[in-house]
């Protein structure tokens, strides 16, 4: 006897992402109205209370008694499944029911620990986000992962959950630090490259405004670049939310070598200077093999030069790339398919390995290292390198 | 300005439920095979590991080494993140991948944290339950929720995560002690009075030689026992795997006193148990409103007492019964929905608390409490009297 049974356990999902007014007198009620009478708690970082979570709890509470709040001291080096149990402990503790929403305001780390907890929480509840970050504007926010690192595996512990909603204000920017800037500019300028020429645009026409004083949510230049950004970043990601529809995905753009760039840096580079660092590898090694041209190049690295996103480290050696390349292939179903821009605002997939041998390797990561002023071989620092053999070249 | 995009978070995902071959000599290729040359963990119990994990572990190892094994400590009690965490830290030791996959091999509690395990891994992996109790081959182990409790709370954290297959064969039901082959045909009896007349008439006809000795998995009525109510389980649960479609579940029928009972009992009285009492005092509210003749009402009676199932429990007083409507109605959308049979086969809601006025509930509990042979209230449950449960039958 064989009896089989397929089960569709398909779930239709969908969720807003709205560019909200938020940091106006009394003008929450963006939020105040996905809240409704529902039990609700906001969770947000320290920082992130002192300059706008307090102020919006106070003003959702004052409807709404309902709303708890709840401060976490976070970090990316120590978010963990502790902070997520904290979360779900402080929403048992405020009696959340199912029909209850967490709310998450702050940058991707308030924003991983959220998603994850509002995922567990008697088997999913809602959760709203209020990314205050640009790179959670208009990145790490607007898609559906949580995660956090577990036994010191970055991102070992992770959720698909979509949010109910994103509401995004570029008025937060206003209180954010220049080198976050930096980041989010690093992931706006990838978006831009593998797929909006006018986005990139956007950027050389405004770098200097963008880099020169706190960023003004309420300026058009700098609306446009949240929301052009916001558009490219879910068309990329909705096809394949979930990631398990194809390997080629224009988004890992940037993100082939930065992992072991960050790793072997002690996570002392950020991910948005590992990811400049990848995409000028990247656009390099187009260039190199005659897909992107020298023009284009350079067009690129000048942007990168007047945010000051970096476009060479000495810790990416020859061979961390090449086993971030091998990695790679075994993430993507055998398949290399390295991201790289054959003009700003087009892209291809390098699918081989043996599309990119180690010479061509070489030769990339030789011209970046001179482009960056450095007169050394990056191949030189090794992890195990003495320094002798460093100073003999 | 107002920006709006509205992101479609859509996923399809399917999965086979099997009458599979795994206990005979060298016939676990249906697990095999799907586990080809992948990298994967299986978790059992200590008890489970001994009667069939280690010899099935052994048999996968001889052809794929990267097949793992974990036995844990685990019951329902005890059930927390830390032993889902145990799964996480076991697989990431064993160098789980993103195409890897986790093996669940036994009962309910198991399969709720390799459930959740699997959700969390890497964002969610695959994993294949092979459930080997009757609760878990019926009920349990073929939807696609996993839960542990959270501070004493009960299930409070909890994924959705579909397996990528159930493995069912019936075999494995030789070894189950008697109490939890009738915790099974308690479930087995909900699936059968709320649809399916036929697998009710199995059971009735078949009770003595279920309770009376070892199931045997080879025969065939227990085979078309098991998989009679698979096929009534997926039904019910298909249309609305996710709980977000509809508060009219058929499959809530014995699942609205029965929570407050257990807890009551301080989880003394058995789930299995508990739903039978449930489902005793649902019947007796419909024969009560005129809705299922006291000919079907005694007929399913007839068939508990043969079981050794419950249908009265003095903790089941009153004001519990009142309280768990109430908390139904919260939980299900503002109604209570009681699910009651109306014929052997056949059931409707009680949509309205008004519906079952105190004095129709008085009646069915003291109808409940004679049938059971009590003049309200002759016993006492305690942690120490387990002769009591089954005394006073």
Redo the contacts between chains.
Sequence with gaps: ???????????????????AELLRDGSSSGLMHRVAERRALMVCSPTVARLYGEALHRELARENPAVSFLVLQVSEATKT?DQV?AV??AA?EAKL??RAVLISVGGGVISDIVTMAA??????IDHLRVPTTLVGQVDAG?G??G?VN??S?KN?????H?PSAVLVDPRFLHSLPARHVRFGLSEIIKIALVRDAALFHLVEQHADEFMSAPLDGERAPV?ELV?RS??GM?DE??PN???DRTYERLVDFGHTFSPALESASAYVIHHGDAVAIDMALSSAIATHCGLLSPDQFERMLAVFKRIGLPTWSPLLTLERVECSLTEAA??RGGCVNLVVPTAVGRAEFLRQQTEIPTSLLESALARNAAGAGSKMPPRVFRRSSPPAETASL
Excluded: N
Aim: hydrophobic share 45%; proline share 2%.
């Design positions: 006897m064989s009896h089989c049974r397929v089960v569709q356990a398909t779930r239709q999902i969908g969720y807003e992402v709205h560019m499944m149990a779900c402990r048992l029911d199912r995922s567990w929480i008697r088997r999913g607007i559906i992962k995660a577990f036994e595996k070992y512990i992770g959720v698909f979509p609306r929301w916001i558009l879910v990601l909705q939310l979930y990631e075994r993430h």
